[in-house]
């Protein structure tokens, strides 16, 4: 069966996959502001190994309520796929120690873009061309954070731009995946290859420290967990392209929970690229209102 038949297959429930995304969000943003809050002293090697240790630990702890198998039917998507994680994570950690939460957040929304240029070019599926205007704003605001040859550029926010390609890397393999396997095998994948690969990677004295971190660094590797499990039933559930400007909620949660913690307040033009990524997420969301009171017909080439 060919790439784009096995796409076609895969079912498109975009009102569900919207909400899980949403969801999903949600725990990122909690998990990364714990981060900031409790785990400033761990590297970035530890915090991913703290979160892909509590991930396989949910996957293996809840197996025997999945109907999930040990064997994938796509080994090296599944492979690649956790691959893609394992960067986008590193990529995010470290910066988010040179950077507020909410600027570090807002940047890694250049992902829609990537996402929806991979949903193009490597998935083949159709997206209408006025589905580009929504990323088109939100990637101008993502510039705007960012602020690249200005006098407050950071070269920590090139990390959130790593991570966001890692991730696209990572969805592009969970929709190529589809249904094929079971959530329960996919996340096993992850969490099993993660965990390898950053137990060698571990600088020295690692086991003093995460036995010595905070009973909050668990709590913040758990909403990671609830964040990766709710974002694999999206991407499973809706095709790439019509869900992945909701993702740009987590900025609300960021920008929300930077103010209350750290009483952090962006700069004018920071803010208003905020301002654009959500302008951009909103008329996104709105486009996949008024798409799906339309037929396939009147839509896909608007």
């Known amino acids: 069966m060919t790439l784009t038949a096995t796409i076609a297959l895969t079912p498109h429930h975009p009102v569900r ?7 999903a969000m949600a725990c990122f943003a909690a998990s990364d502001a ?18 892909y240790a509590a991930l396989l630990a949910t996957v293996l702890a809840g197996w025997r309520f999945a109907a ?3 064997g994938s039917v796509h080994p090296w998507w599944q492979t690649l796929r956790a691959a893609g994680l394992i960067g986008s994570a590193l990529f995010f950690l470290q910066g988010l120690r040179g ?7 807002a940047i890694v929304f250049v992902s829609p873009l990537f996402v929806t240029l991979a949903a193009v070019g490597i998935l083949r599926e159709k997206v209408a061309r006025r589905r580009w205007w929504p990323i088109a704003i939100g990637s101008a605001g993502v510039l705007m954070v960012v602020q690249p040859g200005g006098a407050r550029f950071s070269a920590a926010a090139l990390f959130p731009v790593l991570s966001s390609l890692s991730w696209t890397l990572a969805i592009v393999c969970t929709r190529r995946i589809g249904s094929a396997d079971p959530v329960a095998t996919t996340m ?14 571990l600088p020295d004295g690692s086991g003093i420290r995460l036995m010595q971190s905070s009973p909050w660094c668990l709590v913040m590797a758990l909403c990671w967990c ?15 392209s019509a869900i992945a400007p909701f993702s740009y909620s987590q900025l609300l949660w960021a920008a929300l929970l930077g103010y209350i913690v750290w009483h952090h307040v962006p700069d004018r033009l920071a803010a208003a690229g905020m301002a654009l990524i959500l302008a951009g997420g909103l008329y996104a969301a709105w486009q996949g209102k008024q798409e799906q009171r339309q037929p396939l017909s009147q839509t896909a080439n608007r």
């Open 17 to 23: 996959g919207a909400a899980l995304l949403l969801a």
């Open 68 to 70: 999930g198998r040990l």
């Open 226 to 240: 609830g964040g990766q499990w709710l974002a694999v039933a999206a991407y499973r559930s809706a095709r790439a």
């Open 188 to 201: 096993l994948y992850s969490s099993a290859a993660g965990l390898g690969f950053l137990t060698l990677m």
């Open 34 to 51: 714990l981060v900031k809050l409790f785990a400033q002293d761990l590297s970035a090697y530890e915090l991913a190994w703290l979160r």
């Open 99 to 105: 950077l507020p939460i909410a600027e570090a957040t």
